[in-house]
């Protein structure tokens, strides 16, 4: 009964909580400046509803803005953009063709399109939920005269956002890429100050965050010629992950070093954050075991780095991946694609017998809340319903009291400046933000938008609860089993990580690229099992009963890496029947996994008290094996 009561209160908790801490990235206070701008232009002009059209396209580019290097920034607001005008152009042509009841399966193909067009990546999720959207607003809001003038005004508002975007100086081109090597850095710090503590893991997890966004900001998205600064940045990158490797093993080992070494990375950090090459003083330390000797080593390699001389241009290799079309003939696009198509068509069919044709507010709806790539949809339906509501009452108080065309362009461009602090915080919060916008510019354009006010409740009801009968209760993989393929391909990832740190044959370079997918494979898994604890108990405890076996595996693949540091500096490679016991464990770990069972709780524990250090002359692997075996038990 107890253990009930537990996990509904932190299932309720997950729910509400709030992300602590800055906003990392997100869209900028241009974008706000962008969509006041286009409004005050329409308004000045006399054409009000062009500078309406305008300005929902700042407000599409100003949901796509990141503090990122700019060709990265301009792809993703520039496919945000082209994304929403070819959505307008579709939903203006089935407003101006006098839509009826074919009005539902046209928006239910392209719904289809939109979702599994989503399932391509993070670019191309947002272009699908933005046509999508794009194209129920465009049937339904009022049109200028004429009407084929809508998407090139989609184009003009976020057209302005990207020039406001590039608009910085020279010496922060590559600001985004310094803030993130530099915060892998920082990250380091902080592990090596919790080493010893309860607050280690916890921390080792921030730094496995803070690796993943400098790899995506500095090695993925590296353009075809890198420039000096470019290549810098990337080996300085490559320096801060054989350091991340030395401080895990001496986070596995729970062993403590001299304060001064440990604010060692944070002269690293500020090195990288001055963009030219710099001289950094590291602490006279003479360590006594391998991973000591590791960490004390890595961290001058990554200081002589620093302050060597620029390196020249260079042509990076390009990525090959899998043709588009053959991606969306995959069962996920196709998945993706008839939930979205499923609850577009229930929520038309629902707005043609509640409204009229030109009613978009209950599709819409549905397109922002389906996102099962942004996290969980249970959630979200929650704080999209809650987030309205609370906007609702905002936009009713503006537009009761106000007036002045003018009073209404500056509350929807204060609530556009909220978006930045409210995106990274929650998504009610966002949507109550959100909310004041669209409603202000529809009554700007020359909609009804203060009559409507009731009615847009209504609709956001009824659109969070068709997602979550049609688009989460009727699809159990949505739920439970998103666990399976997570951890999985998690477990996949360090088995292949333990057979390359055993095998002696296998290069530092492979070793390196297999550690980094083992610990973004477990950071997914933690990932999905936390936005499973924030759905109802059912999910949550199935969720909750994976928790043991996954930190098991985490606690492994910490051991592999101190294992890859010790054999590195003079310590001993794991024996052969070491290593087999260990991949028939993780070989019994996937088959539980594939068939839905968690393994019960661990019978027993190791001896071992939490906080204290363990033994450098002992293998690492030894141990991780009694905790993956204990959580198999």
């Known amino acids: 009964m107890w253990s009930q009561v537990r996990i509904h209160v932190h299932w309720a908790f997950r729910l509400v909580r709030i992300a602590p801490g800055p906003v990392p990235g997100g869209p900028t206070l241009r974008g706000a400046l962008g969509m006041g701008v286009t409004l005050a232009v329409g308004l000045l002009t006399h054409q009000q509803a062009s500078g309406v059209l305008a300005a929902f396209g700042a407000m599409y580019a100003t949901f796509n803005d990141r503090d990122e290097p700019q060709r990265l920034r301009t792809a993703r607001i520039g496919t945000a953009v082209l994304a929403s005008a070819g959505g307008m152009t579709l939903g203006a042509a089935l407003q101006v063709a006098r839509p009826g009841w074919w009005l539902l399966p046209a928006l239910t193909a392209v719904a289809y399109l939109c979702g599994a067009i989503s399932t391509l990546g993070p670019l191309a999720s947002s272009a699908g939920v933005l046509l999508m959207v794009s194209c129920a607003l ?7 005269n004429p009407a084929w003038t809508a998407p090139p005004l989609i184009l003009t508002g976020g057209g302005l956002v990207l020039l406001l975007t590039s608009l910085r100086r020279p010496d922060n081109q590559y600001r985004p890429q310094r803030r993130a090597v530099a915060a892998v850095f920082t990250a380091q710090a902080d592990l090596l100050h919790a080493l010893g ?77 001055a963009g030219r090459p710099t001289t950094v003083a590291l602490p006279d330390w003479q360590p006594d075991t391998p991973a000591a000797t590791a960490l004390a080593e890595t961290l001058r390699a990554a200081a002589r780095t620093a302050a060597a001389p620029m390196p020249i241009t260079r042509t990076a290799s390009r990525q090959v991946r899998d043709p588009v079309a053959r991606r969306l003939r995959s069962q996920t696009a196709v998945i993706s694609g008839l ?42 339906a929650v704080h999209r319903s809650l987030g309205t509501v609370l906007g609702v009452l905002v936009a009713a108080a503006a537009l009761a009291v106000l007036t002045s065309p003018w009073a209404l362009i500056a509350i929807a461009t204060l609530c556009a400046a909220l978006l930045p602090i409210t995106v990274a915080r929650h998504y009610a919060l966002n949507t109550m933000a959100a909310t004041p916008v669209v409603l202000v510019l529809v009554q700007l354009g020359g909609g009804l938008g203060i009559q409507l006010l009731g009615s847009r409740l209504v609709d956001t009801m009824l659109g969070s609860l068709i ?55 477990l950071a997914d898994a933690h990932r999905t099992l936390d ?28 051991a592999v890496s101190a294992t890859a540091t010790q054999i590195k500096y003079g310590g001993p490679r794991p024996s052969a029947a070491e290593t087999r016991r260990l991949r028939a464990a993780l070989d019994q770990l996937e088959q539980t996994v594939r068939q839905h069972h968690p393994p019960p709780r661990a019978s027993h524990h190791p001896t071992q008290a939490p906080d204290s250090a363990r033994d450098p002359s002992m293998g690492a692997l030894k141990h991780a094996l009694e905790e993956l075996e204990s959580a198999l038990s």
């Open 467 to 521: 997602v979550l009968l049609l688009g989460y209760a009727l699809w159990p993989q949505s739920r439970a089993a998103r666990i399976t393929p997570r951890l999985t391909a998690a477990v996949t990832a360090v088995r292949a990580y333990l057979t390359a740190v055993a095998a002696e044959e296998s290069s530092a370079a492979q070793r390196g690229t297999l550690r980094r997918t083992a610990y973004r494979a």
């Open 197 to 273: 503590t309860t607050e280690a893991v916890p921390t080792r997890r921030r730094l496995t965050a803070a690796l993943t966004f400098a790899q995506d900001t500095v090695i993925l998205s590296r353009p075809r010629v890198e420039r000096p600064e470019q290549q810098r940045l990337r080996l300085l990158f490559q320096e801060a992950v054989h350091v991340t490797e030395a401080a895990t093993s001496l986070l596995w080992f729970r062993r403590a070093v001299p304060p001064a070494m440990a604010r060692a990375p944070h002269a690293l950090a500020d090195a990288v954050l």
């Open 531 to 558: 936005e499973c604890l924030s759905e109802p108990p059912p999910t949550a405890r199935h969720a909750e009963s994976w928790l043991p076996a996954t930190h098991a595996l985490e606690q492994l693949t910490d």
């Open 339 to 380: 939930r979205l198509a499923l609850c577009i068509a229930a929520a038309s069919g629902l707005s043609l017998l509640l409204h009229d044709p030109r009613s978009y507010w209950l599709p819409l709806t549905v397109a922002f809340v389906l996102k099962p790539d942004l996290g969980s949809v249970f959630a979200r």
């Open 138 to 144: 465009g049937s339904g809001i009022t049109l200028p």
